[in-house]
Protein backbone atom coordinates (compact mmCIF):
# COMPACT_ATOMS: atom_id res chain seq x y z
CA UNK A 1 0.00 0.00 0.00
CA UNK A 2 1.52 3.11 -0.81
CA UNK A 3 2.12 6.12 1.66
CA UNK A 4 0.68 9.22 -0.90
CA UNK A 5 -2.95 9.54 -0.01
CA UNK A 6 -4.30 9.70 -3.53
CA UNK A 7 -8.37 9.66 -3.57
CA UNK A 8 -10.30 6.12 -3.59
CA UNK A 9 -10.37 4.55 -6.98
CA UNK A 10 -8.12 7.64 -8.06
CA UNK A 11 -5.40 5.10 -9.34
CA UNK A 12 -7.79 2.37 -10.31
CA UNK A 13 -9.42 5.36 -12.95
CA UNK A 14 -5.50 5.59 -14.33
CA UNK A 15 -4.37 1.88 -14.36
CA UNK A 16 -6.23 1.16 -17.77
CA UNK A 17 -4.84 4.27 -19.56
CA UNK A 18 -1.74 3.61 -22.58
CA UNK A 19 1.75 4.15 -20.74
CA UNK A 20 0.73 4.83 -17.16
CA UNK A 21 3.43 3.74 -14.87
CA UNK A 22 2.03 3.45 -11.62
CA UNK A 23 5.11 2.35 -9.28
CA UNK A 24 7.03 5.40 -10.89
CA UNK A 25 4.27 7.42 -10.41
CA UNK A 26 3.84 7.11 -6.86
CA UNK A 27 7.20 7.25 -6.44
CA UNK A 28 7.01 10.98 -7.74
CA UNK A 29 4.67 12.12 -5.60
CA UNK A 30 6.34 10.04 -2.44
CA UNK A 31 9.71 11.35 -3.03
CA UNK A 32 10.14 14.30 -5.24
CA UNK A 33 9.08 17.95 -5.53
CA UNK A 34 7.69 19.93 -7.91
CA UNK A 35 10.35 21.36 -9.64
CA UNK A 36 10.39 24.81 -10.30
CA UNK A 37 10.85 26.26 -13.87
CA UNK A 38 10.74 29.89 -15.63
CA UNK A 39 9.70 30.94 -18.96
CA UNK A 40 12.02 34.06 -20.47
CA UNK A 41 10.30 37.29 -22.01
CA UNK A 42 12.08 37.25 -25.60
CA UNK A 43 10.77 41.09 -25.87
CA UNK A 44 12.95 41.54 -22.71
CA UNK A 45 16.21 39.57 -22.91
CA UNK A 46 18.21 39.28 -19.58
CA UNK A 47 21.15 38.10 -17.92
CA UNK A 48 19.63 35.25 -15.49
CA UNK A 49 21.22 32.35 -14.30
CA UNK A 50 19.23 29.39 -15.03
CA UNK A 51 19.79 25.84 -15.00
CA UNK A 52 18.88 23.33 -18.15
CA UNK A 53 16.20 24.14 -20.95
CA UNK A 54 12.77 22.21 -20.79
CA UNK A 55 12.91 19.94 -23.84
CA UNK A 56 9.51 21.11 -25.20
CA UNK A 57 10.13 25.11 -25.03
CA UNK A 58 13.03 27.08 -26.27
CA UNK A 59 12.40 29.71 -23.42
CA UNK A 60 11.62 27.40 -20.65
CA UNK A 61 14.23 26.83 -18.01
CA UNK A 62 14.26 24.69 -15.03
CA UNK A 63 15.86 26.17 -11.56
CA UNK A 64 18.13 24.14 -9.23
CA UNK A 65 16.33 26.15 -6.62
CA UNK A 66 13.70 28.31 -5.63
CA UNK A 67 14.30 31.65 -5.12
CA UNK A 68 12.31 34.18 -3.70
CA UNK A 69 10.80 35.55 -6.88
CA UNK A 70 8.85 38.56 -4.87
CA UNK A 71 12.49 39.92 -3.95
CA UNK A 72 13.84 39.44 -7.86
CA UNK A 73 13.45 43.33 -9.32
CA UNK A 74 14.00 41.73 -13.08
CA UNK A 75 10.35 39.06 -12.53
CA UNK A 76 8.64 42.69 -11.78
CA UNK A 77 9.76 44.41 -14.51
CA UNK A 78 8.27 41.40 -16.69
CA UNK A 79 11.74 39.54 -17.68
CA UNK A 80 10.21 36.03 -17.22
CA UNK A 81 7.20 34.16 -16.30
CA UNK A 82 7.52 31.63 -13.56
CA UNK A 83 5.38 28.82 -15.31
CA UNK A 84 5.11 25.25 -14.59
CA UNK A 85 6.77 23.38 -17.44
CA UNK A 86 4.47 20.91 -18.72
CA UNK A 87 2.28 23.39 -19.61
CA UNK A 88 4.83 25.36 -21.81
CA UNK A 89 4.16 22.19 -24.32
CA UNK A 90 1.70 24.58 -25.91
CA UNK A 91 4.26 26.12 -26.96
CA UNK A 92 5.38 23.47 -29.73
CA UNK A 93 1.90 22.99 -30.29
CA UNK A 94 1.69 26.64 -31.80
CA UNK A 95 5.31 26.18 -33.31
CA UNK A 96 4.05 23.08 -35.30
CA UNK A 97 0.52 24.73 -36.33
CA UNK A 98 2.50 27.97 -37.53
CA UNK A 99 5.57 26.74 -39.10
CA UNK A 100 4.47 27.64 -42.40
CA UNK A 101 3.20 30.83 -41.01
CA UNK A 102 1.66 32.96 -44.14
CA UNK A 103 -1.13 35.53 -42.73
CA UNK A 104 -1.70 37.06 -39.28
CA UNK A 105 -3.46 35.44 -37.02
CA UNK A 106 -6.48 35.87 -34.26
CA UNK A 107 -5.45 33.90 -31.44
CA UNK A 108 -7.95 33.72 -28.06
CA UNK A 109 -6.96 32.36 -24.72
CA UNK A 110 -10.10 31.32 -23.54
CA UNK A 111 -9.79 30.82 -19.61
CA UNK A 112 -6.53 32.96 -19.58
CA UNK A 113 -5.77 33.80 -16.02
CA UNK A 114 -2.94 34.18 -14.19
CA UNK A 115 -1.49 34.73 -17.51
CA UNK A 116 0.78 32.03 -18.07
CA UNK A 117 -0.48 30.67 -21.28
CA UNK A 118 -1.79 34.31 -22.54
CA UNK A 119 1.87 35.22 -21.89
CA UNK A 120 3.43 32.42 -23.69
CA UNK A 121 1.16 32.39 -26.82
CA UNK A 122 1.97 36.34 -26.40
CA UNK A 123 5.78 35.13 -27.00
CA UNK A 124 5.19 32.96 -29.79
CA UNK A 125 2.99 35.29 -32.39
CA UNK A 126 4.26 38.28 -33.87
CA UNK A 127 3.37 41.86 -33.98
CA UNK A 128 0.67 41.79 -36.60
CA UNK A 129 -1.03 38.66 -34.48
CA UNK A 130 -3.51 39.46 -32.16
CA UNK A 131 -4.02 37.93 -28.38
CA UNK A 132 -7.60 38.15 -26.80
CA UNK A 133 -6.48 37.24 -23.48
CA UNK A 134 -9.94 36.35 -21.95
CA UNK A 135 -10.92 35.63 -18.11
CA UNK A 136 -14.49 34.44 -17.07
CA UNK A 137 -14.14 35.39 -13.07
CA UNK A 138 -13.82 39.00 -12.92
CA UNK A 139 -12.05 38.77 -9.69
CA UNK A 140 -9.03 36.95 -11.86
CA UNK A 141 -9.25 39.35 -14.21
CA UNK A 142 -6.92 42.02 -12.65
CA UNK A 143 -3.74 39.29 -11.99
CA UNK A 144 -4.25 38.75 -15.72
CA UNK A 145 -3.87 42.48 -16.70
CA UNK A 146 -0.80 42.82 -14.84
CA UNK A 147 0.84 39.58 -15.80
CA UNK A 148 0.31 40.74 -19.69
CA UNK A 149 0.98 44.25 -18.78
CA UNK A 150 4.91 43.49 -17.37
CA UNK A 151 4.91 41.15 -20.40
CA UNK A 152 5.34 44.61 -22.52
CA UNK A 153 3.80 43.68 -25.42
CA UNK A 154 1.04 46.05 -27.63
CA UNK A 155 -0.92 43.33 -29.64
CA UNK A 156 -3.17 42.37 -26.65
CA UNK A 157 -6.69 42.86 -25.40
CA UNK A 158 -8.06 41.67 -22.35
CA UNK A 159 -11.81 40.53 -22.05
CA UNK A 160 -13.96 39.53 -19.05
CA UNK A 161 -17.07 37.83 -20.87
CA UNK A 162 -18.61 34.71 -21.21
CA UNK A 163 -17.94 32.17 -23.69
CA UNK A 164 -21.20 31.91 -25.46
CA UNK A 165 -21.05 35.95 -25.85
CA UNK A 166 -17.62 35.42 -27.00
CA UNK A 167 -19.08 32.96 -29.57
CA UNK A 168 -21.25 35.02 -31.11
CA UNK A 169 -18.43 36.43 -32.88
CA UNK A 170 -18.58 33.80 -36.00
CA UNK A 171 -15.38 32.86 -37.11
CA UNK A 172 -13.33 36.01 -35.89
CA UNK A 173 -10.41 33.67 -34.32
CA UNK A 174 -8.06 31.69 -36.04
CA UNK A 175 -6.30 30.26 -32.83
CA UNK A 176 -8.29 29.20 -29.67
CA UNK A 177 -6.65 27.80 -26.71
CA UNK A 178 -9.14 26.38 -23.97
CA UNK A 179 -6.99 25.12 -21.08
CA UNK A 180 -10.50 24.35 -19.24
CA UNK A 181 -11.28 24.42 -15.75
CA UNK A 182 -11.22 20.75 -14.43
CA UNK A 183 -10.82 18.18 -11.76
CA UNK A 184 -7.27 19.08 -10.97
CA UNK A 185 -5.42 15.83 -9.85
CA UNK A 186 -2.65 16.98 -12.68
CA UNK A 187 -1.71 18.94 -9.48
CA UNK A 188 -1.87 16.60 -6.77
CA UNK A 189 2.18 16.94 -6.54
CA UNK A 190 2.59 20.34 -6.67
CA UNK A 191 -0.93 21.27 -4.42
CA UNK A 192 -1.55 17.79 -2.40
CA UNK A 193 -5.40 20.14 -1.14
CA UNK A 194 -6.56 19.28 -4.59
CA UNK A 195 -7.04 15.59 -3.37
CA UNK A 196 -9.47 16.81 -1.29
CA UNK A 197 -11.70 17.93 -4.09
CA UNK A 198 -10.91 15.08 -6.29
CA UNK A 199 -14.14 12.42 -6.76
CA UNK A 200 -15.61 10.82 -9.78
CA UNK A 201 -18.65 12.71 -9.35
CA UNK A 202 -16.39 16.17 -9.78
CA UNK A 203 -14.59 14.53 -12.76
CA UNK A 204 -18.41 14.10 -13.96
CA UNK A 205 -19.09 17.41 -13.64
CA UNK A 206 -16.51 18.95 -15.29
CA UNK A 207 -16.61 16.71 -18.13
CA UNK A 208 -19.78 18.42 -18.64
CA UNK A 209 -18.68 21.97 -17.87
CA UNK A 210 -16.05 21.54 -20.43
CA UNK A 211 -18.43 20.21 -23.01
CA UNK A 212 -20.75 23.77 -22.44
CA UNK A 213 -17.79 25.82 -22.76
CA UNK A 214 -16.58 24.30 -25.67
CA UNK A 215 -19.87 24.18 -27.67
CA UNK A 216 -20.31 27.91 -27.00
CA UNK A 217 -16.99 28.94 -28.28
CA UNK A 218 -16.35 27.30 -31.16
CA UNK A 219 -18.70 29.41 -33.50
CA UNK A 220 -16.03 31.94 -32.69
CA UNK A 221 -13.67 29.72 -34.45
CA UNK A 222 -12.73 30.25 -38.44
CA UNK A 223 -12.79 26.99 -41.21
CA UNK A 224 -9.13 25.47 -41.32
CA UNK A 225 -8.62 27.33 -37.19
CA UNK A 226 -6.97 25.33 -34.35
CA UNK A 227 -8.64 24.28 -31.25
CA UNK A 228 -5.95 23.89 -28.58
CA UNK A 229 -7.45 21.49 -26.06
CA UNK A 230 -6.03 21.43 -22.35
CA UNK A 231 -6.58 19.92 -18.93
CA UNK A 232 -3.99 19.41 -15.61
CA UNK A 233 -6.28 16.34 -15.18
CA UNK A 234 -5.21 12.65 -16.13
CA UNK A 235 -9.21 11.59 -16.23
CA UNK A 236 -10.39 10.21 -19.43
CA UNK A 237 -13.59 11.39 -19.18
CA UNK A 238 -12.15 15.12 -19.27
CA UNK A 239 -9.59 14.47 -22.08
CA UNK A 240 -10.34 11.34 -24.37
CA UNK A 241 -13.58 11.10 -24.52
CA UNK A 242 -13.60 15.62 -24.73
CA UNK A 243 -12.00 14.82 -27.90
CA UNK A 244 -14.28 12.18 -28.86
CA UNK A 245 -16.90 14.15 -28.74
CA UNK A 246 -15.77 16.79 -30.14
CA UNK A 247 -14.61 15.00 -33.25
CA UNK A 248 -18.38 13.40 -33.67
CA UNK A 249 -20.23 16.52 -32.75
CA UNK A 250 -18.25 19.32 -34.46
CA UNK A 251 -16.39 17.60 -37.03
CA UNK A 252 -12.77 18.21 -36.10
CA UNK A 253 -9.88 16.61 -37.69
CA UNK A 254 -7.26 15.83 -35.17
CA UNK A 255 -3.44 17.12 -35.56
CA UNK A 256 -0.89 14.70 -34.56
CA UNK A 257 2.00 16.72 -32.94
CA UNK A 258 5.63 15.94 -33.14
CA UNK A 259 7.04 14.53 -30.22
CA UNK A 260 10.69 13.13 -29.20
CA UNK A 261 10.53 9.58 -27.28
CA UNK A 262 13.19 11.01 -24.50
CA UNK A 263 10.88 13.62 -23.35
CA UNK A 264 8.59 11.02 -21.82
CA UNK A 265 5.36 12.47 -23.01
CA UNK A 266 2.73 9.35 -23.75
CA UNK A 267 1.01 9.99 -26.51
CA UNK A 268 -2.41 9.06 -26.60
CA UNK A 269 -5.33 8.30 -28.77
CA UNK A 270 -9.22 8.28 -28.09
CA UNK A 271 -11.02 5.46 -28.17
CA UNK A 272 -13.63 6.19 -31.03
CA UNK A 273 -12.30 8.60 -33.27
CA UNK A 274 -8.45 8.02 -32.49
CA UNK A 275 -7.84 11.47 -32.15
CA UNK A 276 -4.32 12.59 -30.74
CA UNK A 277 -3.76 13.82 -27.05
CA UNK A 278 -0.57 13.78 -24.76
CA UNK A 279 0.07 13.10 -21.76
CA UNK A 280 2.41 14.08 -18.70
CA UNK A 281 2.85 12.07 -16.16
CA UNK A 282 5.26 13.29 -12.60
CA UNK A 283 8.18 10.41 -12.82
CA UNK A 284 8.00 10.07 -17.07
CA UNK A 285 8.41 14.07 -17.29
CA UNK A 286 10.16 16.71 -15.51
CA UNK A 287 7.14 18.29 -14.35
CA UNK A 288 3.54 18.17 -12.99
CA UNK A 289 0.33 16.54 -14.79
CA UNK A 290 -1.17 17.95 -17.97
CA UNK A 291 -3.04 16.79 -21.16
CA UNK A 292 -2.49 18.36 -24.10
CA UNK A 293 -4.66 18.20 -28.08
CA UNK A 294 -4.85 20.08 -31.17
CA UNK A 295 -7.80 19.86 -33.60
CA UNK A 296 -8.96 21.86 -36.82
CA UNK A 297 -12.00 23.01 -37.62
CA UNK A 298 -12.85 21.83 -41.14
CA UNK A 299 -16.24 23.95 -41.55
CA UNK A 300 -17.31 27.13 -41.68
CA UNK A 301 -19.51 28.83 -38.86
CA UNK A 302 -21.00 32.03 -40.46
CA UNK A 303 -19.82 35.52 -41.44
CA UNK A 304 -17.08 37.35 -39.87
CA UNK A 305 -18.57 40.04 -37.58
CA UNK A 306 -17.91 43.65 -39.32
CA UNK A 307 -16.37 46.95 -38.26
CA UNK A 308 -17.74 49.26 -41.04
CA UNK A 309 -19.73 52.50 -40.13
CA UNK A 310 -18.06 52.66 -36.67
CA UNK A 311 -17.77 55.67 -35.46
CA UNK A 312 -14.17 57.10 -34.95
CA UNK A 313 -12.72 59.14 -32.06
CA UNK A 314 -12.61 62.55 -33.05
CA UNK A 315 -8.86 63.50 -31.60
CA UNK A 316 -7.45 66.88 -31.27
CA UNK A 317 -3.91 66.03 -33.88
CA UNK A 318 -2.22 68.07 -31.22
CA UNK A 319 -2.76 66.06 -28.55
CA UNK A 320 -1.92 63.03 -30.74
CA UNK A 321 1.53 64.16 -31.50
CA UNK A 322 2.23 64.93 -27.86
CA UNK A 323 1.01 61.20 -27.12
CA UNK A 324 3.60 59.59 -30.21
CA UNK A 325 6.44 61.18 -28.86
CA UNK A 326 6.94 58.78 -26.04
CA UNK A 327 6.61 55.48 -28.39
CA UNK A 328 8.88 53.91 -30.41
CA UNK A 329 8.13 53.23 -34.48
CA UNK A 330 4.90 55.97 -33.48
CA UNK A 331 3.43 55.74 -37.01
CA UNK A 332 2.78 51.73 -36.60
CA UNK A 333 0.12 52.63 -33.83
CA UNK A 334 -3.36 53.86 -33.74
CA UNK A 335 -4.00 56.58 -30.29
CA UNK A 336 -7.27 56.37 -28.44
CA UNK A 337 -8.91 57.43 -25.38
CA UNK A 338 -10.82 55.98 -22.80
CA UNK A 339 -12.41 58.32 -20.87
CA UNK A 340 -9.08 60.73 -20.49
CA UNK A 341 -6.63 57.70 -21.07
CA UNK A 342 -4.40 57.73 -24.05
CA UNK A 343 -3.78 54.11 -25.19
CA UNK A 344 -1.80 53.13 -28.13
CA UNK A 345 -2.56 49.55 -30.08
CA UNK A 346 -0.43 48.40 -33.08
CA UNK A 347 -2.59 49.70 -36.23
CA UNK A 348 -3.04 46.18 -37.59
CA UNK A 349 -5.32 45.78 -35.01
CA UNK A 350 -7.58 48.74 -34.81
CA UNK A 351 -9.88 46.88 -36.85
CA UNK A 352 -10.70 44.13 -34.36
CA UNK A 353 -10.63 46.40 -31.65
CA UNK A 354 -13.50 48.04 -33.28
CA UNK A 355 -15.26 45.13 -33.29
CA UNK A 356 -14.17 43.60 -29.93
CA UNK A 357 -15.55 46.59 -28.16
CA UNK A 358 -19.14 46.39 -29.78
CA UNK A 359 -19.57 43.04 -29.02
CA UNK A 360 -17.71 42.32 -25.52
CA UNK A 361 -16.50 43.74 -21.85
CA UNK A 362 -13.18 45.07 -22.45
CA UNK A 363 -10.48 45.52 -19.37
CA UNK A 364 -7.00 46.08 -21.65
CA UNK A 365 -6.01 47.47 -25.14
CA UNK A 366 -3.14 47.91 -26.04
CA UNK A 367 -0.98 49.74 -24.24
CA UNK A 368 -2.69 52.69 -21.42
CA UNK A 369 0.09 55.41 -22.16
CA UNK A 370 -1.74 58.00 -19.61
CA UNK A 371 -3.20 61.45 -19.16
CA UNK A 372 -2.28 64.94 -20.98
CA UNK A 373 -2.46 67.35 -18.22
CA UNK A 374 -1.39 70.36 -20.52
CA UNK A 375 1.91 69.92 -22.08
CA UNK A 376 2.52 67.12 -19.73
CA UNK A 377 1.85 63.62 -19.89
CA UNK A 378 0.84 61.87 -16.54
CA UNK A 379 2.15 58.51 -17.20
CA UNK A 380 0.30 55.14 -16.81
CA UNK A 381 2.55 52.03 -15.07
CA UNK A 382 1.53 50.01 -18.49
CA UNK A 383 3.67 52.53 -20.54
CA UNK A 384 6.59 52.02 -18.22
CA UNK A 385 6.60 48.06 -18.85
CA UNK A 386 6.14 48.02 -22.37
CA UNK A 387 8.44 47.53 -25.15
CA UNK A 388 6.92 49.86 -27.40
CA UNK A 389 8.08 53.14 -24.91
CA UNK A 390 10.75 55.81 -26.57
CA UNK A 391 12.82 55.47 -23.72
CA UNK A 392 14.92 58.56 -25.03
CA UNK A 393 12.09 60.85 -24.68
CA UNK A 394 11.85 60.21 -20.70
CA UNK A 395 14.29 60.51 -18.00
CA UNK A 396 15.90 57.22 -16.84
CA UNK A 397 17.30 56.28 -13.10
CA UNK A 398 19.30 53.31 -12.57
CA UNK A 399 18.45 52.02 -8.81
CA UNK A 400 20.96 49.23 -7.40
CA UNK A 401 19.37 46.06 -5.76
CA UNK A 402 18.56 47.88 -2.33
CA UNK A 403 16.99 50.66 -4.23
CA UNK A 404 14.68 48.42 -6.70
CA UNK A 405 13.65 46.46 -3.53
CA UNK A 406 12.97 50.06 -1.61
CA UNK A 407 10.95 51.03 -4.60
CA UNK A 408 9.10 47.94 -5.30
CA UNK A 409 7.64 48.31 -1.66
CA UNK A 410 6.86 51.92 -2.11
CA UNK A 411 9.56 53.07 0.16
CA UNK A 412 11.82 56.19 0.53
CA UNK A 413 14.22 55.39 -1.97
CA UNK A 414 18.26 56.02 -0.54
CA UNK A 415 18.61 58.09 -3.56
CA UNK A 416 19.65 61.47 -4.31
CA UNK A 417 18.52 62.49 -7.76
CA UNK A 418 20.39 65.32 -10.27
CA UNK A 419 17.36 65.91 -12.15
CA UNK A 420 13.60 66.74 -11.82
CA UNK A 421 10.67 65.37 -13.57
CA UNK A 422 9.01 62.24 -14.58
CA UNK A 423 11.54 59.18 -14.34
CA UNK A 424 11.29 55.74 -15.55
CA UNK A 425 13.31 53.85 -12.24
CA UNK A 426 15.33 51.22 -13.99
CA UNK A 427 16.96 47.95 -12.52
CA UNK A 428 19.95 46.41 -15.20
CA UNK A 429 18.21 48.47 -17.79
CA UNK A 430 14.57 47.37 -17.43
CA UNK A 431 12.24 49.87 -16.48
CA UNK A 432 10.14 48.81 -13.18
CA UNK A 433 7.82 51.94 -12.95
CA UNK A 434 7.75 55.77 -12.36
CA UNK A 435 8.83 58.36 -9.97
CA UNK A 436 8.66 61.78 -10.22
CA UNK A 437 11.97 63.22 -9.10
CA UNK A 438 11.21 66.46 -7.39
CA UNK A 439 14.31 68.85 -5.39
CA UNK A 440 13.97 68.01 -2.17
CA UNK A 441 12.31 64.55 -2.56
CA UNK A 442 11.15 61.22 -4.93
CA UNK A 443 7.79 60.63 -5.13
CA UNK A 444 7.07 57.11 -5.53
CA UNK A 445 4.35 55.85 -8.22
CA UNK A 446 4.52 52.22 -7.85
CA UNK A 447 1.08 51.09 -8.04
CA UNK A 448 -0.07 50.63 -4.60
CA UNK A 449 -2.26 47.23 -5.26
CA UNK A 450 0.68 45.15 -6.59
CA UNK A 451 3.67 46.56 -4.57
CA UNK A 452 5.58 44.05 -2.21
CA UNK A 453 4.33 43.61 1.37
CA UNK A 454 6.13 40.41 1.87
CA UNK A 455 8.93 40.74 5.30
CA UNK A 456 12.33 41.57 3.35
CA UNK A 457 14.58 37.88 3.25
CA UNK A 458 18.22 37.66 3.82
CA UNK A 459 20.33 40.67 1.89
CA UNK A 460 21.07 39.91 -1.98
CA UNK A 461 19.49 39.04 -4.99
CA UNK A 462 16.90 36.96 -5.48
CA UNK A 463 18.72 34.63 -7.84
CA UNK A 464 21.99 34.37 -5.28
Known amino acids: MNKYPFPENFLASLSAENGFDEPNFIKAHENSEAPTSIRLNPFKPSALKTGAQVPWCAKGFYLDTRPSFTFDPLFHAGCYYVQEASSMFIDHIMKHIRQNKEQSVKVLDLCAAPGGKSTLLNSAIGTDDLLVANEIIKTRVPILTDNLSRWGQSNVIVSNNDPKDIGRLKSFFDIILVDAPCSGSGMFRKDPQAMNEWSEANVNLCHQRQERILADILPAL ?14 HQENEDILDWLCQEFDLESIRIPIYKEWGIVEAESPLQKAWGYRFYPGQVKGEGLFASCLRKRNNTGELPSAKNNSQQKLAAREIDQVKTYVNNSDDHYYFKVNDDWLAI ?119
Request: with cysteine; charged share 25%.
Open 222 to 235: NEDGYLIYSTCSYS
Open 346 to 464: HNAHKESLNILHRHLYLKKSGVRMGKLMGKDLIPDHELALSTIINKDAVLQTELNYDQAIQYLRRDNIDLNPTQKGWSLMNFEGHSLGWAKLLPNRINNYYPKEIRILAPQPPKGGAFD
